[in-house]
């Protein structure tokens, strides 16, 4: 099979699905477990593979949550590289002993014997009017757990990259694309390599930092291309891995900016925001402002969901707070 | 088949359920399409259902058949695919529709939209985003039930697809260890989204798994509306009588797909074809006509059907949104004696 060099246009969906194709193509020893994966996953995340690959390695499994992490889990242990399909974070919490309790505590607690290189797909954020039970950002609840790497792709060239990162990690990784993204295009370069931690300055500035992943981070573009005009240069930067996170980039950033503001989809209250805004401050004693969602839950009517919503417009807003 | 046939006024109430049920969801799909009320008279614009519509056309003998022997006391608890068990409950179908298009007069004043329906006024406890989720809940308002000695019963309803969650054994072993008042139907519509359950499910189903931890199981025709009703009323008076829970296993089918928006392009369109046969309304319609009932009652029914529907989409489109403020209302209580 010829490796694409030159960059091909796909979407997000349609550059994860390639990624996990490249590793299923490297590693007879990756498979895909979920409900529906056989056909592509409820957002063509997977799609082909089960025609490509057969259902001895693109397996569809009954609606088990728990039992799919588990088994992700006994795969690992035997030797198997799994990818695990949730649907979305809010059904990954019926598999919540499994990932927490067992994922990450295995290799930890039996002494570096085992490991458990899964890789756990769950897409966050806000699904346009699907209510309080399909809509929850949760990155915050697994960054909080030892043992799990987290990782928010925003764009099809990180999606490919990094899904092919957290394939060839060595432990459980939380993987949580965001379901409004599935249908973004951009060239993306099967060649480019993104390790996991590393995070990507997308603008350059000295007025502000700011700090933000997935979904978000085209909100946060926005506000700064409309800063700029008003010459307020920022350096933004797109986090993609929360754990690890980028500390020396975000550091680096802060310690000249001397401003930082962090957004995010999730929830503000104990979100990621405040572990990076305590970090900054700590070492950098910055000015800081973080933003993210009240402390509510998703609702269903539009002028509900938009309360939930943290917009390009409440960035700005918050940049020149900081700024002024 | 007629050997399960009620009285005519009996009859007649379940096929008036059934047309109501799918009269309304015949106009929410509509509505999640356009924006255009079911019979294309009344425009409501910008105004439209949003978000996941899960349909139960073709199975609305089962909620009808089983909701109409409870009481207002009774509690039941469903699932995605909620708006039947909710209307044969006896919840307003106006505030339903509302609900649906995310209007201050739903039910939860549009927080929750089709998946979270809910109508506690009628002890509707809830739809649910989250499968098999329903049981273990259904499982503890009967257990206070029974902790309350009230002279009342929870209906469980959940797909074929749910009973491989973990929820739905650990609700039956609960059930049968503490003889609760509650009764399990699982609607075997045979999908599970886009994948058919029956290659997912090891054994021989709900029954048979309700059976291995001693819970007697009954199966039905789950499209012959009688038939549903003549079991129902075994099983609760059963369970009403304080012998612990049953299983109602009705074997039915999702005419269509996952959701409103799923053409269900995998699927063999000659098994729709088959199932269409059994509709359970027409068949419902035609066992009416041959014990006696008139078109006329029938059609009438229709009618009533339509023009209920077609109000409430009248009054769902013209109805107020909710405030903006409303998002931060009921969240949660704090601090102590708030609440009692
Ligand atoms: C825990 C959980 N896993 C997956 C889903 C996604 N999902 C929604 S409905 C559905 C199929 C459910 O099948 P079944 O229980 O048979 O009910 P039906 O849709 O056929 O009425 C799935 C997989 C979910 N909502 N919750």
């Not at chain 2, 129902?232 to 039915?252: E, F, N, Q, Y």
Request: glycine fraction near 10%; include cysteine.
């Amino acid at each position: 099979m010829a490796l694409t060099t030159a960059p091909v246009d796909m979407s997000y969906a349609e550059a994860a699905a390639l990624a996990v194709q490249r590793e299923m193509e490297a590693d007879p020893k990756v498979v895909v477990i979920g409900e529906d994966v056989g056909r592509g996953g409820i957002f063509g995340q997977y799609k082909g593979l089960q025609q490509r690959f057969g259902d001895q390695r693109v397996i569809d499994t009954p609606i088990s949550e728990a039992a799919i992490m588990g088994a992700g889990v006994g795969m690992a242990l035997a030797g198997l590289r799994p990818v695990v399909e949730m649907r979305v974070v809010d059904f990954a919490l019926c598999g919540m002993d499994e990932l927490v309790n067992q994922a990450a505590k295995n290799r930890f607690m039996f002494g570096g014997q085992g490991r458990v290189p899964l890789v756990a797909r769950m897409p966050g954020g806000i699904w346009d009017a699907s209510a309080a039970q399909h809509s929850q950002s949760l990155e915050a609840w697994f960054a909080h757990m030892p043992g799990l790497v987290v990782v928010c792709p925003s764009t099809p060239q990180d999606n490919h990259a990094l899904l092919r990162a957290a394939m060839q990690c060595g432990d459980p990784v939380v993987y949580i694309e965001h379901k409004a993204l599935w249908g973004l295009r951009e060239p993306v370069d099967e060649t480019v390599t993104i390790p996991l931690g590393q995070a990507a300055r997308l603008r350059e500035g000295t007025a502000l930092t700011l700090v933000s992943w997935g979904k978000q981070v085209h909100a946060c573009a926005e506000a700064c291309a409309a800063l700029a005009d008003q010459g307020i240069a920022i350096d933004l930067i797109d986090l993609r891995t929360l754990w690890p996170w980028d500390r020396e980039t975000v550091l680096e950033s802060c310690g000249r900016t001397q401003r930082l503001l962090v957004v995010h989809e999730a929830v503000q209250a104990a979100g990621f925001g405040a572990e990076i805004a305590a970090t900054a401050a700590e070492a950098t004693g910055c000015r800081i402002a973080r933003l993210g969602a009240p402390r509510i839950p998703v609702g269903y009517a539009a002028v509900l969901e938009a309360q939930s919503r943290v917009g390009a417009e409440a960035i700005s807003a918050a940049a020149r707070r900081l700024v002024d | 088949m007629d050997s399960h046939f009620p009285d005519p006024g009996r009859a007649l109430a379940l096929y008036r359920t059934m047309a109501r049920i799918r009269a309304f969801e015949n106009a929410a799909e509509i509505a999640s399409q356009g924006g255009v009320s079911a019979y294309g008279q009344q425009a409501t614009g910008s105004v439209r259902v949003r978000g996941p519509l899960h349909l139960s056309t073709g199975q609305e003998a089962v909620p009808a058949g089983v909701c109409v022997h409870l009481k207002p006391a009774d509690y039941l608890t469903s699932t995605h695919r909620g708006h039947g068990h909710t209307l044969a409950k006896g919840a307003d179908l106006r505030r339903m529709m509302a609900e649906l298009f995310g209007k201050a007069t739903g039910f939860n004043g549009g927080k929750g939209g089709s998946m979270h329906i809910a109508d506690f006024s009628v002890g509707m406890l809830g739809a649910n985003g989250v499968v098999a989720a329903g049981l273990p809940i259904a499982v503890g308002a009967a257990h206070a039930q029974k902790l309350q000695k009230k002279d009342a019963i929870t209906v469980c309803f959940f797909g074929d697809g749910a009973i491989n969650r973990g929820p739905f054994l650990e609700s039956l072993n609960w059930a049968q260890v503490y003889g609760l008042p509650v009764l399990f139907v699982c609607e075997d519509n045979r999908w599970s989204a886009t994948t058919a359950s029956g290659p997912m499910t090891a054994g021989d189903g709900a029954s048979a798994r309700a059976e291995a931890l001693g819970i007697a199981a009954t199966q039905v025709d789950g499209n012959d509306v009688f038939a549903v009703h003549a079991a129902a009323a075994r099983l609760v008076d059963t369970v009403r009588s304080g012998s612990g829970p049953r299983l109602l296993h009705a074997l039915t089918y999702r005419v269509k797909g996952h959701v409103s928006v799923d053409p269900a392009a995998y699927r063999d369109p000659a098994e729709l074809a088959a199932a269409l046969d059994t509709d359970p309304i027409a068949r419902a319609r035609a066992a009416c006509l041959r014990a006696g009932i008139a078109a006329a009652a029938l059609d009438g029914t229709d009618a009533d059907a339509h023009a209920e529907v077609e109000a409430a989409l009248v009054a769902a489109a013209e109805a107020p949104w909710p405030d903006a403020a409303a998002a931060f209302t009921d969240v949660q209580t704090t601090g102590a004696g708030q609440w009692h």
